[in-house]
């Protein structure tokens, strides 16, 4: 049985840092690319980050560019998340997914479609 399982969310002042992780249990995804997205309260599910399947090419929505960090550990089957200058509209339910989509080496999406496994998130709260 694949799974997703994220930890690291909690209460966190504004200017604040967290670091999400996203352990994958039940089949590598090394080969795959992987992303984060996060759902507000009332809000549709958006897009955070995405890396592809080595690391190498990341992407980022506008809103947290410069502040949010992607990256992953294939020894450990782990997709990271470093937030820092966190803002109160960071506040979110964080998820990580994984895409069985292959697109070339420097594949990766924002696409929440495109992503089949997801975990059951994190809850990340700043406040102001």
């Known amino acids: 049985q694949v799974q997703l399982v994220e930890s690291g969310g909690g209460l966190v002042q504004a200017g604040g840092s967290l670091r999400l992780s996203c352990v994958a249990s039940?089949?590598?995804?090394?080969?795959?690319?992987m992303g984060w997205f996060r759902q507000a309260p009332g809000k549709e599910r958006e897009f955070v980050a995405t890396?592809?399947?080595?690391?190498?090419?990341?992407y980022y929505a506008d809103s947290v560019k410069g502040r949010f960090t992607i990256s992953r550990d294939h020894a450990l089957n782990t997709v990271y998340l470093q937030m820092n200058s966190l803002k109160p509209e960071d506040t979110a339910v964080y998820y990580c997914?994984?895409?069985?989509?292959?697109?070339?080496?420097?594949?990766?999406?924002?696409?929440?479609?495109?992503?089949?496994?997801w975990g059951q998130g994190t809850q990340v709260t700043v406040s102001s």
């Open positions: 997914a994984a895409t069985l989509n292959y697109g070339g080496k420097y594949y990766y999406s924002a696409e929440p479609e495109d992503y089949t496994y």
């Open positions: 039940g089949r590598t995804f090394s080969s795959h690319a």
């Open positions: 890396i592809n399947w080595n690391g190498g090419s990341t």
